[in-house]
């Protein structure tokens, strides 16, 4: 990562022992995760913790836009919804601009970390995406 870059959105990711991990939370009673994280569970009401969600899945599903890309995004640009190895949960993500043309379902991901596009003042910032595991 790119120290000198403050993040996009603070507290959606860190870095980690072999490489930036995405934040979210958990339930203390019924033990779910969140993503966005949320301080309380909205099952049960029960308070949340912050918690590490992993880096590793799998691409549940995906889509490339193709028209103007907010906040200095390359375009096309492609998002989609991951399904996390570690707690289970799927979220929506930034998948790699790299990746557009050669995205498919059941792909393997991991969570990376680089300066994409601006924040919401112009500014450049770092931005967490999935990108596909090396062979």
């Known amino acids: 990562m790119t120290a000198e870059l403050p993040p996009f959105v603070p507290g959606v990711f860190q870095a980690g022992a072999s490489g930036p991990v995405l934040l979210g939370s958990r339930c203390g009673s019924c033990q779910q995760h969140f993503f ?3 301080e309380l569970c909205p099952d049960c009401l029960s308070a949340t913790s912050t918690a ?3 880096a590793h899945g799998r691409i549940y599903s995906h ?3 193709r028209t103007k890309p907010p906040l200095g995004l390359p375009a096309p640009y492609a998002v989609g919804y991951v399904d996390l190895d570690d707690c289970g949960l799927r979220v929506f993500a930034l998948l790699d601009p790299a990746l557009v ?3 498919q379902i059941g792909l393997p991901v ?3 970390v680089a300066p994409l596009g601006t ?3 112009g500014q450049p910032c770092l931005r967490p995406y999935f990108t596909a595991e090396p062979a």
């Open 36 to 38: 966005p994280a949320c």
């Open 52 to 54: 590490e969600l992993g």
């Open 63 to 65: 889509t490339v836009v």
């Open 101 to 103: 043309g050669r995205l």
């Open 110 to 112: 991991r969570l990376a």
């Open 119 to 121: 924040d919401q003042h």
